[in-house]
């Protein structure tokens, strides 16, 4: 599976974004996916994760209410709908996706080293 993300840009505190995460390959309705982020001189931290087949749902305690994360399995995309950002949401956003089914686990969706499929980061700036 090879993951293609897009949608950042610079916008204003409590403006809105939409990322995609465009897959290729088949299957893509078998695998978990999730939106990383990094910030400069920071780890990079989880954010949201969806199951498979959709029905599952995580969300990092730092964007519960402002972000949604949804897919398309017909499109073989997924997204996140970022809402009433804010400066500290400012970094590089990145998908990843990993072949296991079933709903999502805590412990192990937020852990980068779980996904084996990565794409490359999209910036978002938030500006104040």
């Known amino acids: 599976v090879q993951l293609q993300a897009s949608g950042g840009g610079l916008v204003q505190v409590g403006g809105s974004l939409r990322l995609s995460c465009a897959a290729s390959?088949?299957?893509?309705?078998?695998?978990?996916a999730g939106w990383f982020r990094q910030a400069p001189g920071k780890e990079r931290e989880f954010v949201a994760a969806?199951?498979?087949?959709?029905?599952?749902?995580y969300y990092a305690d730092s964007v519960k209410g402002r972000f949604t994360i949804s897919r398309d399995n017909a499109k073989n995309t997924v997204y996140v709908q970022m809402s009433s950002l804010k400066p500290e949401d400012t970094a590089v956003y990145y998908c990843?996706?990993?072949?296991?089914?079933?709903?999502?686990?805590?412990?192990?969706?937020?852990?980068?080293?779980?996904?084996?499929?990565w794409g490359q980061g999209t910036q978002v700036t938030v500006s104040s």
């Open positions: 969806i199951s498979g087949g959709g029905g599952s749902t």
């Open positions: 390959g088949r299957a893509f309705w078998r695998y978990a």
């Open positions: 990843a996706a990993d072949a296991r089914q079933g709903p999502l686990e805590t412990k192990w969706v937020a852990d980068t080293t779980v996904y084996d499929y």
